[in-house]
């Protein structure tokens, strides 16, 4: 097995996160759209179980390319010939890692806690919605900027990050962005929100808001239309 196949391996499973992060996402959606319908759906019972069996496949893959890459980082330290047992290696390392895992931890998956939080809130932000459809149309749209706004790039967000401790929200790319840089510089984040203390902003404490997503998109379907 050549280095490059493994590296083409890795690449390719990185592309299916993308891609199971993605379907995620949808199911977060379809559950919504179940809870519009009906409260109690018994269908979101279901989906849950789907969203979990994703976080389970993307905590294996996660788990996987770690395993790869500590792997061949010995065996290029060591003779040419070490790469015939890279395969074996790898199997067996990451098999133990696997059988140490809990299901439990599913359950802290970003996403996982992103969609029980979308079914949490949205009988709630419905009830918001249909209150602000009674504001005056100015202040309606002033709210709406203020709830669309990424404070990092001071325009509309796209796939926005609820902060669990200070219950900020900041568009993905803007605030993993700065958090990384921060981190290069041996730096803490500190929240962008002008008058928040919180002074140590991690990935850890960001789920993605599906709900605030979609009314997002909401908006822009009825800006567009008008």
């Known amino acids: ?39 109690q759906n018994p269908g979101i019972k279901e989906l849950e179980a789907t969203i979990l069996e994703c976080a389970r496949l993307d905590r294996e893959i996660n788990y996987f390319v770690d395993t790869v890459q500590q792997v061949t980082a010995e065996v290029n330290a060591q003779q040419p010939e070490a790469m015939f047992c890279l395969s074996d290696k790898v199997k067996e390392r990451f098999t133990h890692r696997i059988a140490e895992l809990s299901d439990a931890e599913l359950h802290n998956h970003q996403k996982v806690m992103a969609f029980k939080e979308s079914i949490k809130n949205s009988s709630k932000q419905a009830n918001e919605e249909t209150s602000e459809d009674m504001l005056d149309e100015d202040i309606s749209v002033t709210q709406t900027q203020v709830n669309f706004t990424c404070p990092l790039t001071q325009a509309e967000m796209v796939n926005p990050m609820k902060n669990k401790n200070c219950q900020h929200h900041y568009d993905e790319g803007a605030i993993l962005g700065l958090i990384r840089k921060r981190h290069s510089q041996r730096k803490k984040c500190r929240c962008p929100v002008v008058g928040c203390g919180n002074a140590d902003v991690k990935e850890s404490d960001l789920i993605p808001d599906q709900v605030l997503r979609r009314r997002i998109q909401s908006q822009k379907r009825l800006s567009n239309k008008t």
Do not use: N, W, Y
Not at 1 to 26: E, F, N, P, R, Y
């Open 1 to 39: 097995m050549s280095m490059s196949a493994v590296h083409g391996t890795l690449s390719s499973l990185k592309s299916c996160q993308a891609d199971i992060a993605t379907g995620m996402d949808i199911v977060t959606d379809v559950a919504m759209d179940l809870m519009e319908t009906q409260a």
